[in-house]
Nanobody, 115 residues
Framework: QVQLLESGGGLVQTGGSLRLSCEAS????????MGWYRQAPGKQRELVASITRTGRTNYADSVKGRFTISRDNAKNTVYLQMNSLKPEDTAVYYC?????????WGQGTQVTVSS
């Protein structure tokens, strides 16, 4: 079992920045990948960014060039740096841990971008 605790969400104006953090209750070193997903009202949950245990990253087209995912294995933490935020980035952001045979999810953190 692993618990994921997200933090860093909030209200920001268009063009602003936020950094989300996801701290795991145990080592993330051996997980297949860590990721950030988001879900806006009335929409399906979608992948925002992911990072494998080898450091390979993947981004949704809508956030490429604006968001950066990173991981600090020593701190069991994954980050999502979000720059040039847009109103369409408004959503609940969820941290995900792909443990090969099971997916773990955090409780989510709200990001609201005002126009």
């Amino acid at each position: 079992q692993v618990q994921l605790l997200e933090s860093g969400g909030g209200l920001v104006q268009t063009g602003g920045s936020l950094r989300l953090s996801c701290e795991a209750s145990r080592s993330i070193f051996n997980f297949n990948a860590m990721g950030w997903y988001r879900q806006a009202p009335g929409k399906q949950r979608e992948l925002v960014a992911s990072i494998t245990r080898t450091g390979r990253t993947n981004y949704a087209d809508s956030v490429k060039g604006r968001f950066t995912i990173s991981r600090d294995n020593a701190k069991n933490t994954v980050y999502l740096q979000m720059n040039s935020l847009k109103p369409e980035d408004t959503a609940v952001y969820y941290c995900n841990a792909d443990a090969f045979t099971y997916d773990y999810w955090g409780q989510g953190t709200q990001v609201t971008v005002s126009s």
